[in-house]
Structure formats: C-alpha cells, structure tokens
C-alpha cells in the first residue's frame, strides 16, 4: 500500500500548529476532516500520535518520532511544489514542434532566432515532415498542419489561410499551349503533391459557385511541394503549389499562374495541440508567438 501522504501532511501541520482549528483554517479543511486524517492514520500506525484533553494537545512518544520525517516529507512536498509552478510559470525548457517540411525550412525556422532572443531558456526540437505525425503517441508537444482539418481529439487553432495557384513555367505553356478551363488539365502534364486526399484529382471552384473535379496525370509525383520545383521550372508540367513557396519564381517571371479564375479548395495553417491543459508555460510562449507571426495569409 502507498503511504497515507495526506495523513502525513495533516499530521505535521496539527503537529506544528498544536491546533486542530488552527489547522482547518489554514488548510481550508473542515475540523472534521482534518481530525479524520490525523485518525485514519493512527489507526493505520497502529498507535496513538497525539494525547488531547479539552484544553492541550501532546505529542505522544511514537508522535514526535514520527514527526521528524513527516515534517520533512511536509516540507520537501512543498518545495517540490513550488518549484514545478515557478518551471510552469517561467517560459523555460524544451518544446518538440512539429511541422511541413517545406514551409517550416522556409517560414517557421527564419522566426525562430526572434522567439529565442525573447525566450533564451526555450529550446525547439523542430521536426519536418510533409507526414502528419501522431503528437500524442510520438511526444509532440504541437504541430503546425497545412491542410482543411479533419476533425479529431486534438486542439486546433487557425493560424492564417494558405492560398494556392495553379503555376507552369513559360516554357511549358509556349510548348504545350495554356489551358483554359480546369478540364483543359486533362490534356496536360501534371505534377503531383502525394499528401492530398486524391492525388491524382484536382478540384477547383469559381466565384459563380461552379465546382470541378479533373482527373490528372503527369511525369512527377513527390511528397513534398517542394521537390516538385525543379521540374516544374523546367518546363516538366503545371502544379498546383501554394504560394509561399513559388512567391519568388512568379516575381522573377521564372513562373506563371494559369486558371486565375479558378481556386483549389481552400486550406489553412493551423497549429495543434494534444487535448488537456494547463500547458507549460514554454509550450503557450511558442503558440503565441507563433499565433502572432503568422496572423496573415502566407
């Protein structure tokens, strides 16, 4: 059996309060309560700790021996206490993130140098990957998703939008011609994300609420955005890339946009937690600074 560690501790107080009311009123227990635990561990001892009249309370022989360890018990629980809210409370120890590879190497880890001149005692474990990963079974302590959420046990919270277009380099569309409506994209070599719910369909609506779902194909499928970019700059196919991440090809012309009039399903960078709290202070101090720096479309 445990040891009766609240018996202890009530114990210790009575003993050093010599006062079962005093005691009560300290602890925000009911006299009874408190006489119950001081009895209930009598009884479990096997002998009396206190000798009580009307007016005084004694110590017994056994009391003040057992005494000297509850009494340190008491107050090594304490400080044990008092230093788990001060590492709860002060921002300070590791947090194990996990995100896209691709738009962690180029937006999440860029901003990390700023969370850390304002949190010197927070260390990240960043780990990238297009996968998602189980944050509960693997030890994450959050993860940031690119994606329309599904719903699960987990906490979620919208960061920002992650628009997305439709690119080809020039000289695939001077060689292949440029399509014009989504199921042009039958005809056209397309490269493909592996982490969408279809792969090989592409879905699209317009403003006038007109949905198209096209069946596509192509020279290239990979797991990453990312590492479709070499052969989509090399003239290889169209993608459907988001835009952080062909933001400098489309400004250097290297890349295109085509169906402006149409629009993949919306998604969104989200940022998720297992369920349950209060979370360490480290673990808030990275969500809100990551809830502040990508409060905008990316």
């Known amino acids: ?33 408190v006489s119950k635990a001081v009895a209930r561990l009598e009884e479990r001892l096997g002998t009396r700790l ?29 400080a044990a206490e008092s230093e788990a809210r001060a590492q ?10 996990a995100a896209p590879m691709s738009f962690g190497l180029s937006e999440v880890a860029p901003v990390l140098p700023d969370f850390f001149a304002q949190y010197p005692d927070v260390s990240i474990d960043l780990h990238l990957s297009d996968a998602a990963v189980d944050l509960i079974g693997e030890g994450f302590d959050a993860a940031l998703r690119i994606a329309a959420l599904a719903d699960s046990s987990l906490l979620a919270r919208r960061l920002c939008a992650v628009p997305r ?27 493909g994300y592996a982490y969408l719910p279809a792969t090989d369909v592409w879905r699209f609506s317009n403003r006038a609420g007109e949905e198209v779902a096209v069946r596509t194909a192509g020279p290239l499928r ?31 012309r290297r890349l295109v ?38 409060r905008r479309d990316v």
């Open 1 to 33: 059996m445990l040891p009766d560690l609240e018996g202890l501790a009530v114990f210790a107080k009575v003993a050093e309060l010599r006062s079962f009311s005093a005691v009560s009123a300290e602890l925000g227990l009911s006299k009874p309560t």
């Open 50 to 78: 206190f000798n009580r009249t009307s007016r005084r309370l004694a110590l017994t022989d056994a009391g003040r021996i057992l005494l000297q360890r509850a009494s340190r018990m008491l107050s090594e629980a304490e």
């Open 88 to 97: 709860s409370a002060v921002p300070r120890g590791l947090v194990r993130l």
């Open 165 to 191: 277009v439709v690119v080809a380099a020039p000289s695939y569309l001077k060689a292949k011609g440029t399509p014009d409506h989504p199921r042009d994209l039958t005809a056209h070599a397309c490269l």
């Open 222 to 252: 990979a797991n990453n955005a990312e590492a479709l970019m070499p052969a989509l700059l090399g003239g290889y196919g169209l993608a459907v890339q988001p835009v952080f991440l062909v933001r400098e090809a489309l400004a250097q």
């Open 257 to 294: 946009t085509v169906l402006a009039d149409w629009s993949p399903p919306e998604i969104a960078l989200h940022l998720v937690m297992p369920p349950g709290g209060p979370r360490p202070a480290r673990v808030e101090a990275l969500v809100e600074f990551l809830r502040a720096r990508f």
